[in-house]
């Protein structure tokens, strides 16, 4: 295991920018056993599924798999066993889920106070990965603002906790700082 820091980093992009991949190597240059932490709910999707069969694939080996679509912060800390390193992929299915599901504004943002609560108590390294959702136009419907005023409110909670902050977009990352 790599004695680094046990560093936590968020990192956003739109969609297909790359931020997951940088996520994965990220890791895959820095540690050898590590746990990808799907916030995905695949249900009856098959192009869903095809998704989730790319993302394993690219992947590769080295990496353990927990489902965990409505409550991730369980699955950091404590910190799995047997793990160098975390990969939380992403906050915001993760924010979809919880929508979904029916949890109201103030539930997320419980759920989203507890997330912030276990990534510093987490004793490994962390990578979060969420959308940048907020950069396009303001969506049409209630449902669609909300969830992006949701989405754009947890990653600023979640960037406060986090020792660095990278901003993906064509596949290039740029380190944002406070």
């Known amino acids: 295991m790599n004695k680094a820091k046990a560093e936590k980093i968020l990192i956003l992009g739109g969609c297909r920018s790359g931020k997951s991949l940088f996520a994965q190597q990220w890791l895959d240059e820095r540690y050898a056993r590590k746990c990808y932490i799907a916030t995905l709910d695949i249900k009856d999707d098959p192009e869903m599924a095809d998704r989730v ?45 919880l929508i979904l599901a029916g949890h109201s504004d103030s539930e997320i943002e419980a759920r989203v106070e507890q997330l912030n609560k276990a990534i510093p108590a987490c004793s490994l390294p962390l990578v979060l990965v969420a959308n940048e959702v907020g950069l396009g136009i303001v969506p049409e419907s209630a449902l669609g603002r909300r969830f992006r005023d949701l989405a754009g409110w947890t990653n600023q909670q979640v960037a406060k906790v986090c020792d660095s902050v990278y901003f993906i977009t064509a596949g290039l990352p740029l380190k944002l700082s406070r």
């Open 53 to 97: 069969a790319l993302h394993r694939k690219s992947r590769g080996q080295g990496w353990e798999v927990i489902e965990k679509p409505l409550n991730p912060a369980t699955a950091i800390s404590p910190a799995p066993e047997n793990t160098d390193a975390l990969l939380l992929d992403c906050l915001t299915m993760w924010l979809t889920n």
